[in-house]
């Protein structure tokens, strides 16, 4: 799926009343979707959008008296685009929902029910997208159907499609290998054909199997047979494939020198299926035996297993042992594995990750069989070169069935669970089982919240800072404090990873008070560096909800001797806009001590200027949405330059974040920002070096 953490939705509202709109895009947030929304006013402002612009869903008032639903229905359905329409709705009958379908909405979104809400904003977006995915793949698959055409027209291997044992495409050298003139000379004719009568019986036998769905033979060695009735040794190799929509078998027959050692033909068909460095199978050859299962899976209902390895710490391991002997390395751990394997196929499929293949393993047996690898590599000392390392590996798993049938996914799912062992402390199992989706996600959610608290106690958490540079250059030294929760290779995790399963178990207000306990130290600590250094830091709505938050602030403050306005705490405009009142008195609260705060992804919402009149921050920060395309958009550098125009009217200073390039900082220059930070003047790092100056 193309929806990922950091997809937008383009939300288009039609709500008589902003609030409401503003609502449910407030609401869309708190669950962690990322919102660009559109609202129109006028049925002929809708078209126009909708002409004009991408938008991936319409979310339409059924009460509206401005714009009444049947005509936004008549818009929509007749824009010529893909674009789901939901009815929102305080209430609901069954008139009202035969209505609503027979006008072409989708679906109905009760208001008064968030859950359900939420469930069918989210069902038509991923069916919106399942759609635009496969008309994407279905252009690609014709583009290659294309290519693939012209390659086999061009290539000197002899390339056949045969369909139930008969020919429907055949190439110029194949042709010419059997001693036809043209493809109408062997169209529909039997593959039995070409095949000389000693050889025809165990050929015959051969296709059966294949029309049962087993998987082919890598090879077959066989006597052809020319149009001249002269037989020649030859050799075919099978691969499944489709032509014009239709399931069939790609041969390729190669002509045999009749001198050729078999032995020796067999051993180095053997040794290109090998890595060189580590015995096992190569990721090529590893991966067609991985799509025959998975083929298997989705036309045979089969089940298999499939693992990657990687050892933990691999870094730190070449440090070691010395980056010529990381072959060396991967040689041991797939001896290792492979003493472990128990008859599934083993490969070397990456530069330091290995893959096992079970086929026929149950969830049980794919875990136990994981679990055992895991063991055998925490118990056992390697031998590389003259080091000896006792090397624990993190293990990434899915069990192969009907309902996970791509080799896409399935490798997908097991990169992340690689990526999750990794994450949350190595030396462990993560195993994805399609049919056991709920027990799987119960595990990794514990497995998470135990490596939060584990930060929380030990000092897990990394800190990241990033300057915030000011344009008219007034010398200020600030910085933005980023929290990270680090793996065990020193790899840092995403806070989405994390912080909705923190939000979950009542861990945002601790989190919360780590990390502005550590911020306050370390001004504390610069400030006796003779340094005065400004720290911005995140803060989630929990902050805003404590209302002993204010006195750990001030405490923590007075014990450092830091004064408070060098922390500004950051909340995004979504939590403030709907936890209005505790805002303005967790702002209050601050500026009793001197400290100041900061609204994030501000213009992000439907009408972020309103908020100002009734809260106003020490610093507005620019949604990073219209850094994505501020050079090309004349609508983002408008917004951008009147949120800068009405903040400093206000006498509240701007910063934009994520800039890409210079041309944005020319742009942010004349449009009056204040503060620039991004990678393209310099990354967050786990130092605060930047000159200010």
Request: with cysteine.
């Amino acid at each position: 799926m193309a929806i990922g953490k950091d997809t937008a939705l383009r939300l288009m509202l039609v709500d008589d009343q902003v609030n409401e709109a503003e609502a449910i895009v407030s609401s869309l947030r708190n669950a962690g979707i990322a919102v660009r929304p559109l609202r129109a006013e006028t049925i002929d402002e809708l078209a126009s959008i909708l002409a004009q612009q991408q938008v991936d869903m319409v979310l339409a008032e059924y009460a509206s008296t401005q714009m009444p639903f049947a005509e936004v229905a008549m818009v929509v359905t007749g824009c010529g685009r893909d674009v789901p329409l939901l009815a929102v709705l305080d209430g609901i009958t069954d008139e009202i929902l035969d209505s609503v379908q027979a006008q072409g909405a989708q679906t109905v979104a009760l208001r008064g029910r968030p859950q359900q809400f939420l469930k069918n904003v989210r069902t038509e977006w991923h069916d919106l997208d399942a759609r635009r995915s496969q008309r994407h793949l279905e252009a690609q698959m014709r583009e290659t159907e294309r290519r693939c055409d012209m390659l086999i027209d061009s290539s000197r291997e002899p390339i056949a499609y045969i369909h139930e044992g008969m020919h429907i495409r055949a190439n110029q050298a194949y042709l010419e290998m059997f001693g036809y003139e043209t493809f109408e000379d062997v169209e529909g004719m039997s593959l039995l054909d070409l095949i000389a009568p000693k050889d025809v019986d165990e050929f015959k036998a051969l296709l059966k199997r294949l029309s049962k769905g087993e998987p082919p033979p890598p090879r077959h060695e066989l006597t052809a047979r020319d149009i001249d009735g002269d037989d020649f040794p030859a050799i075919m190799e099978f691969t499944a494939a489709q032509y014009e929509g239709e399931a069939c078998q790609q041969v390729i027959f190669r002509r045999q020198a009749a001198e050729q050692d078999p032995e020796l033909a067999r051993q180095v068909e053997e040794l290109k299926q090998r890595d060189a460095a580590t015995g096992l199978l190569n990721r090529p050859t590893f991966l067609g035996l991985l799509d025959n299962c998975v083929a298997e899976a989705a036309g045979q209902g089969a089940v298999h297993g499939l693992l990657l390895i990687e050892p933990d710490h691999h870094a730190q391991l070449l440090e070691v042992i010395g980056l010529d002997a990381a072959d060396d390395l991967m040689a041991a751990m797939g001896q290792r594995l492979d003493s472990v394997a128990n008859g599934a196929i083993t490969a070397r499929f990456g530069e330091h990750q290995l893959a096992l293949l079970v086929r026929g393993s149950d969830y049980r047996a794919t875990s136990d069989l994981a679990e055992s690898v895991r063991e055998a590599f925490a118990g056992h000392v390697l031998e590389v070169g003259d080091n000896t390392l006792n090397a624990t590996v993190s293990v990434g798993g899915v069990q192969i069935g009907e309902k996970i049938a791509s080799t896409s996914q399935v490798l997908a799912k097991a990169t992340q669970g690689v990526v999750s062992a990794v994450g949350v402390g190595g030396n462990r199992v993560q195993l994805f089982d399609p049919g056991a989706v709920d027990r799987a996600e119960q595990e990794r959610i514990e497995a998470w919240v135990a490596r939060i608290r584990g930060a929380l106690d030990s000092e897990g958490f990394r800190l990241d800072f990033q300057p915030v540079i000011a344009l008219q250059g007034d010398g200020s030294e600030t910085y933005e404090m980023f929290l990270r929760l680090h793996g065990s290779d020193g790899v840092p995790v995403e806070a989405s990873t994390y912080l909705p399963i923190a939000e979950e178990h009542d861990l945002l207000r601790p989190i919360d008070r780590w990390a502005v306990s550590r911020a306050i130290a370390l001004i504390g600590e610069r400030l006796r560096a003779g340094k005065r250094t400004s720290v911005l830091l995140s803060v989630s709505q929990e902050a805003l909800l404590d209302p002993s938050m204010p006195a750990f602030i001030a405490e923590q403050l007075a014990s450092a001797g830091v004064p408070g306005d060098q922390l500004i705490l950051a909340v995004p405009e979504a939590k403030v806009f709907t936890n209005l009142h505790a805002a303005q008195e967790f702002a209050g609260a601050l500026a009793g001590f001197g400290s100041r705060m900061a609204l994030e992804h501000f213009g992000a919402g439907l009408n972020s200027l309103q908020t100002l009149q009734h809260f106003e921050p020490a610093l507005l920060k620019i949604d990073p949405q219209f850094m994505d395309d501020l050079s090309k958009s004349a609508d983002s550098q408008a917004r951008v330059r009147e949120i800068a125009q009405q903040a400093g009217g206000r006498g509240i200073r701007t910063v934009a974040e994520r800039v890409q390039d210079a041309s944005s900082m020319t742009l942010l220059f004349s449009a009056g920002v204040d503060y620039v930070q991004g990678d393209f003047l310099a990354p967050a790092g786990p130092d605060m070096t930047y000159d200010f100056s």
